[in-house]
C-alpha cells in the first residue's frame, strides 16, 4: 500500500532526526532563546535577503496563522481572504475565535484577483456607513494556494500595491511554501517574496518537519511584545529547540528547496503518468498537489492499493481527487502507481 | 558548566529519538488518527485504571490549560486557582484571552486549601449579588505545584469532594506529573489520581518528551466535539505522531515513571548536598525542583559554573534559588555541584 | 423637510414617555427585576401564546444579537445566516467578536431558502473533514428581512423543520417584527412565529421604544444563567425599568400592533404613489421599507427637501433608494411626498 | 416604605423628561451624529475644559467600562485595579470576557496606593520572566470608589504620574463622578480630573439620567475608530438622541452638579442622623453611600419600613449597612428616617 493522500504522513527529513540525535542532550535555554534557534533565525535572515527581519518559529499552520493575524489586527478589524483560504475554510473558525471576521472573496483557482480586492476596498471605503462594519485591516493570501496553485510575482506586486495603497498589511501563508517555490512555473525567489509582503512563514510540517513554522516579519516589523502573544495564543514551546534545530537544518545547505524541488519532480512525473494515460485534471496545479479526475472504476481500480483523497463528485459522477508527492516520496511510489492507473 | 536552571534544558529521553527514526518512514494519517496515538491512548487508559478515558494529545502546557479550561467552561464562567497557580501567573493571560476570569484563592505553598475553597463557594452561593458576578466554573489545581509541593490524597479528595458538591469539575495540571508521582512523599498512584478528578494531563515536555501532553477524561468525559476545540485552539498537530510515538514509547515498560524517579533521585541527594552544608530552604519540596537560599558570596561562587534560578531577594539580602533535576539530570552533576556549594 | 431614511429618527411613541414621566418617582429595584418588567414579561407571555416563555429585555440589535447567539452556541460553533444578513454584513462583527464565525448561505431579496439550508447541513455533515471546521450550531434569520421581506409560514416552518432535524436551534431577529406582522403579506402571527423558532426577540427601538428589544426563548429554554451573560456582554440596564415600562406600554392594548399597522399602511400607501407615477422598485417589500428606483433627475428633484437613503447605483445609472416608514409617519409626510415625485 | 437602597431606584431627573418629550417628534440622524448629541459634546468639552476632548455616549457602566478598557488595550495587556474594584468583582468578568485579565492590587478603602502602583509596575519590568506573564498596560480607578471614597488631586497626581512615568494610560471609571466632585471633601473640579487621566467617563445612570454614560478622551485621544468599537461591543444606541438629550440636559445650567449637590447634602444629613444617635460606620465616606453599622435588633425595626442593602456580617454580630441618596432623595426622607433610628 502506498500513500499520496497529503504531505504530512511521513516523519521528519532524516538529517533533521540526526540532528535532533546529536544534539540531545546539550543543555541550551528554553523558548527559543536558544542558540539553535539564533542560528536558524540568522540562517533565515540571509536567505530571504532580509537583515532587519524579525523572525519566530511556531508549532503548526492554523496557530501561526490565527497568532499572526489576531497580532496584526486591531480588534475591531477583519482580515480579507479568498473564500477557499485556509483561514475561511479548514481551521476550525481559529480566527474568528480571536475575535476577527474573515471577509471574503472570489476565489480564481485558489487566488486572489488583485482587481477584485481593490474593488472591494474602493466599494468599502466608499461606503457612507463603514464604521458599522468590519474594518477590512489585513489581506491574507496562500502560497501556493489550497489548489496547489502560485502567484506569479506580478500578481503578488499588484496585491501588495493594493494593500500599500490601503495602508493593510499583506500577510502570507507558507504552509508549502518550499513546494510553491521550487515549482517550475514560480518566477519569483524567497527574497522576492519576503520584500512583497509585511509578514509570511516558511512552512516546515509539510516541508520536511516534524512539526514548525517560521514566521518572519521582514522589515523587522513584528507586532509589539509579539512573544507574549505567541504565548497567550499556547504557541510557545518550552523547547524552543526543537525548532532551531529543525530549521537550522533545513536552512543548512540549501536542504528546504533541494527537499521541495524533489517533491516538485515527483508532481511532475506523476501528472505526467495520469496525463499520458488520458486522465484530465480538476485544474492545472504546478506544485506537489495534482488533481486528477477519476471515474468510480478507476478508483475501484485503485482500492487497497494506493490511498489518495477525494474532494468531490462532479455532476457527471467522477471524482476530483487529490495526489500529492512530498520531500518523502520515492521514485518508486510514482512507479508503482503508473502501473496501477 | 552545569544547569540546573529547569527540567526543559535538554532534548528527548534517547529511548523516543530512537522510536522516531524507526518509525520515520512509516506512512500514517495526520492529527492523532494514526496508530502510535491509537497505542499511546491505550496504554495511558491502562496506567491510569481508566477504561472508559478520552486521551488527546497536546502540544505544550499553557496551549493545555487553555483548550481544556476553555472547553469544559460556559461562556460566563471562571475557574478557580491559588495566586500561584502557572494559570494565574506566568501564561500571559491564555486563559483570560480565552474569555475566562481566574479567580484567586491564597496559595499554601503552592498549594489550595480545601476549606477555603469549601468558604469561597458557600459565600459566592451565599451572595444574593452572585449573578453580577463571574461564575465559579471549575477548579484549577497542579500536581505538583509550582512551588515543587504536592497534595496528599486526603487533600485531594477533600479538594474533589468540594467540587462534586457544587457540581464543578476538578482540572489538574500535570506538567510535571511524573515528577510528582515519583516523590517518596507521595501517597496516591496516577490511577487513584485519576479517581479524584474530571480531567488532567500527563506532561511530557517536562518529563523526557520533547514537546506533548496527554490530556484525560477519565470517565469518558470529554466536552463534546473537543477534537475541533483542540484545532480552533491551534493546538492540533497535522503530524499527530509525534505525540503518539513520543507517549507510546513513555507509556510502555514503565519509562514515564522510571525517569521521573531517577529526576526525584537526584533531587533528593542535590537537597541533602545543600543541607549537609548547612543551607536553609525557602520551603520543602519533595519533588524535582528545590529551592536553597543562598548569600550573594555563595551565589558569587558559582558563577560560570552552574546555571540556576534566582527567584527572589530576601529582606535579609539572601537569595531564594531554584535548582531543577530532570530524567536527563546525570549524577556526576550533582556530585560536582556538591563540590562547588 | 420630511425625512424616510429610517424607522428611528424620531424619539418614542407619546403614550410610553407619558407613562416614564407618570411613573417616575416610583422607586423600584434595579436590573429587570422590578413590577414594570414583571408586568411587560407577563404580557409578551400573553401575546405569544408561550405561558413558559423567558423574557428578557435588551438595548439594541446588535448587543442583542451578539448575546442571544453566544449564549447559545458552545466555543466552537458558528451561526447559519444569508449574507445580507444583519450579523453577516452591519454590526462591524459583534458576532465574531465574541468568537464565532458566521455562516454565510446565498440571500433570496434578503431570505434563506429552506432547500439550501438543508443542503449545506448535509454536505457539512457528510464532508469526512468537518471536525477540521466550524460546526454550525444555530440557524439566524431576520423577520422581516434586511430588504423589507418575510418568511410565509410554510417557509419558516420549512427552515425549523431543517434546524429540528439537525438539532440545532433557529433564532429570528426581529428587530422590526411588528412590521412583519402587520403586513398585508404576512400569514402568521405573534404566537405562531413563537411556536416555530428557539429563541427571536421583538424589537422595540424601531417600533415605537426610545430604546429595547425583548427576548423571548419561547419554551422556556433560555441558556444557563442568562442573566449573567447580559451582564458580561454589557447589556444589562441598571434601570431595567426603562425597558420594563415601555414594553409593558407597547403590549397594553394592542398598541405594539396598531403603530405597527400604521407604519404599514404608510408605507403602502407611498409605494402606489411611487408606481402610479411608473417608478419601478428594486424589490417588491410588503413591509415598512420601500426600494422605489430614482434617476439621478429624480433624486435632485426632491434634494433639500426630501431625505431617504440611497443604496446603491445600477449599471443603467439610476439608483436603488429606501424610504422607511414608521410608527410616526404622518400620512401628511406621505401626501407631501406624493407632490414632489 | 422609603428606599435608600442605591442610586437608581428612581427614573430621571423631570428636566430630562421634559426635554425628551418636547423633542420627540423631531427627526434625527441616528447613532448619536445627531444635533443633540452635538450639543452635549460641546457643552461637556467646556464643563471638562477640554477644547479638544473626543466625547462618546454610552448606555451603562459596565459596558463603557469593557468597551473602553478593550479598545484601550492590546491583546496581550491587562488592566490594573483594586481588588474591590467594580470591573474585579461586579461586572461578571465583562473585561476577562473581552480577553484582558484585570490585574489586582490591595484596595485601601477602596482606593488604590500610588506607592504599591509604583512598586508593583517596578517589580514586573524587572522581572525578567516578564514576557510570560499579563503586560500591565493600563490603570483603572473609580471615582469615587466602590466605597464611597474619592481620591484627593495630590493622590490621582501621582497615580497619573505613575502612569506616565510608565507610559500606560490611566482610566477613571466615573459612574458616580458628579457624587465625588460634589462631596465637600473633593478638593479637585471636573477639568482638574479630565488633566490628570487619559479617558474616564461621566455617569448619566446614577446621577439623573434613565442610562448612560459619556466617555470622554481629554486631550482627543479616542483609540482609532472607537465608534466602530462602541458598535462591535453592542454599546452603540440607533437613536442616539436619547443619550444626547440626556447628557444635553444634564450639562445646562449647570444641573449635574446641581443635582449631585443635593444628593451630597441629603448623605451629609443621614450620616449625621446617625452619628448622632451614636451609630458607627463601617468607613468614612464623604459621598452619597454611607455605611452604618447596625446591630439585628435595629435592623428589625427598620422592617418593613425602610430599605437598604446589608453588605456583609460583622464577626461581633452587627451587619454593614448601605444606605444611599440620590438626586432624588426628598429631604423627607431622611426626617422619615431619622424618626426610625
Known amino acids: 500500500m502506498i500513500s499520496f493522500t497529503c504531505d504530512y504522513i511521513e516523519g521528519a527529513h532524516p538529517e533533521i532526526l540526526k540532528r535532533l540525535v546529536e544534539t540531545n542532550m546539550i543543555q541550551v535555554e528554553g523558548y527559543g532563546e536558544d542558540h539553535f534557534c539564533d542560528s536558524a533565525r540568522a540562517k533565515i535572515k540571509e536567505a530571504t535577503g532580509c537583515s532587519e527581519a524579525d523572525v519566530f518559529f511556531l508549532v503548526g499552520g492554523t496557530q501561526t496563522n490565527a497568532t499572526v493575524i489576531d497580532a496584526m489586527l486591531r480588534r475591531f478589524e477583519g482580515v480579507i481572504a479568498v473564500e477557499t483560504g485556509h483561514i475561511a475554510v479548514h481551521e476550525s473558525g481559529a480566527v474568528e475565535f480571536c475575535g476577527h471576521k474573515v471577509i471574503t472573496l472570489p476565489s480564481h483557482n485558489g487566488k486572489m484577483d488583485p482587481a477584485e480586492l481593490r474593488q472591494y476596498l474602493e466599494h468599502f471605503h466608499g461606503d457612507p456607513t463603514w464604521p458599522h462594519m468590519v474594518y477590512p485591516g489585513m489581506v491574507y493570501i496562500s502560497f501556493p494556494t489550497e489548489y496547489g496553485t502560485i502567484y506569479s510575482r506580478k500578481e503578488l506586486e499588484q496585491i501588495h500595491d493594493v494593500c500599500v495603497e490601503y495602508k493593510i498589511p499583506l500577510f502570507v501563508d507558507g504552509a508549502r511554501l518550499g513546494y510553491g517555490l521550487a515549482s517550475p512555473a514560480a518566477d519569483l525567489s524567497l527574497s522576492e517574496l519576503a520584500a512583497r509582503c509585511d509578514a509570511f512563514y516558511i512552512g516546515g510540517t509539510k ?120 520531500w518523502a516520496t520515492p521514485r518508486e511510489n510514482i512507479d508503482q502507481l503508473a502501473q496501477l492507473i
Open 207 to 326: 516541508v520536511g518537519a516534524l512539526c514548525g513554522e517560521a514566521v518572519v516579519f521582514p522589515k523587522g516589523n513584528a507586532p509589539r511584545q509579539f512573544f507574549t502573544s505567541i504565548k497567550q495564543h499556547g504557541a510557545l514551546l518550552a523547547k524552543g529547540r526543537l525548532l532551531g534545530i529543525q530549521f537550522d537544518t533545513l536552512f543548512t545547505d540549501d536542504l528546504y528547496f533541494k527537499i521541495a524541488r524533489h517533491a516538485i519532480d515527483m508532481a511532475m512525473l506523476l501528472r505526467k503518468e495520469f496525463a499520458n494515460k488520458g486522465y484530465e485534471f480538476y485544474m492545472d496545479s504546478p506544485t506537489n498537489q495534482q488533481f486528477p479526475i477519476l471515474t468510480q472504476q478507476q478508483m475501484d481500480a485503485l482500492d487497497g492499493k494506493v490511498h489518495f483523497e477525494v474532494w468531490d463528485k462532479l455532476p457527471d459522477g467522477r471524482f476530483i481527487t487529490r495526489f500529492a508527492t512530498s
